[in-house]
């Protein structure tokens, strides 16, 4: 094992007893500092964003097995186990990522293909000691390298691969390249003045496309600022009309619907052109809801429907990249840990005015 500093036996760490409406959250400073095994690093923790669904694990909405939640956390390696240097080319004193997917099993038939969809991984916050610690471990081989260029406050909300957060950048970045566009195609980004939908029109132009953003009148201006062609009110009577004779009277190549709507699909699915995709991101509440597609549309218009939700690794590289030049810009409000209760609070009640990301002391 290979050390770069002196490391303490007990950390700071936010701390959930009994997740559910009257959970216990607290700020513990003696949680045992993790030893990393063979294959793991152990990361300082610089910072971590806090995601809606660290907020819906804590309420007991989704499980929860451990105490400490978080799946968005940037912060330096500073201890290897024997076997980690030879995974990944990580080194001491390097800047990483740690996400929602902590391991896979890397022999299952998923993880052959994408491992993203491994039926036997876990998960930061979820069966794992989450990224809201001052220190953790991860397997070397799970760990994304963070660029230079890129503060770790600005990285953290891109890790995420959460569609019912704000600011989920890898979660964006996926759903636009599964769009099957080409270069100057139209694409249009539903909830585009949204924490996902501004990152999803910041994509969408760096990759070539023309976009379409539609939100409510309110975020024209800045949907327009960040390189939106044409920007519509979902309220717009004449939409369908006016995005199709845009589009050479034919309509858009892509839709991408970040909003968690019923009314935003039904919307969505009319502004698509003949062979155009659909890529679902947002989770209407009510999990009943279907969308008014019938066989004949499929075939006769030659439509293409996807879902999206989590990148995969070469994704989360290609994002970071492109916010390392400063293209990719999320919002963020930056708070101290110690301020974690006001934070959560901010986040279930959807106040903040970007993602929270919080500062280890
Ligand atoms: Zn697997
Ligand atoms: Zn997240």
């Known amino acids: 094992m290979v050390t770069i500093t002196t490391i303490p036996t007990t950390q700071t760490a936010i701390w959930v007893d009994q997740p559910g409406e009257s959970a216990l959250i607290t700020l513990r400073d003696d949680v045992p500092v993790p030893t990393p095994k063979e294959n793991d690093i152990l ?149 585009g003045g949204g924490g996902l939908g501004h990152l999803g029109v910041q994509i969408a132009v760096q990759k070539g496309l023309k976009v379409i953003a539609i939100d409510g009148e309110d975020k024209r201006n800045f949907c327009m600022g960040l390189g939106a062609s044409a920007f519509f009110s979902f309220a717009d009577p004449d939409l369908e009309q006016k995005i199709k004779s845009l589009a050479e009277d034919f309509g858009a190549h892509a839709v991408v619907c970040s909003p968690g709507s019923e009314a935003a699909y039904n919307q969505g699915i009319k502004l698509l052109r003949p062979g155009g995709t659909l890529v679902c991101v947002g989770l209407p509440s009510n999990g009943s809801y279907t969308m008014p597609l019938r066989p004949i549309d499929m075939v006769n218009r030659g439509l293409h429907v ?46 903040a005015s970007g993602k929270i990301v919080l500062k280890m002391p």
């Open 43 to 191: 990361v300082k923790i610089e910072c971590s964003g806090l995601c809606h669904s660290d907020v819906y694990n804590m309420m007991g909405h989704h499980p929860m097995d451990v105490h400490i939640p978080g799946h968005e956390g940037v912060g330096v390696i500073v201890q290897m186990g024997s076997r980690a240097s030879q995974v990944g080319n990580l080194r001491l004193g390097q800047r990483v990522g740690i996400k929602w997917i902590h391991e896979t099993c890397g022999q299952c038939p998923a993880c052959q293909r994408n491992n993203t969809v491994c039926p036997r991984q876990h998960n930061s916050g979820r069966d794992r000691d989450g990224t809201l610690q001052q220190y953790l471990t991860v397997p070397a081989s799970h760990a994304t390298p963070i660029p230079d260029g890129i503060s770790s406050e600005v990285a953290a909300p891109l890790l995420c691969e959460h569609a019912d957060d704000m600011v989920a950048g890898l979660t964006m970045y996926s759903a636009v390249g599964k769009c099957r566009t080409q270069n100057g195609d139209w694409i249009v980004i539903q909830g």
């Open 306 to 351: 996807i879902g999206s939700a989590v990148g995969t690794e070469a994704e989360m590289q290609e994002l970071l990249k492109l916010a390392s030049t400063g293209a990719i810009v999320p919002q963020i409000e930056v708070m101290p840990l110690s301020q974690y209760a006001e934070a959560i609070e901010a986040v279930k009640t959807s106040k």
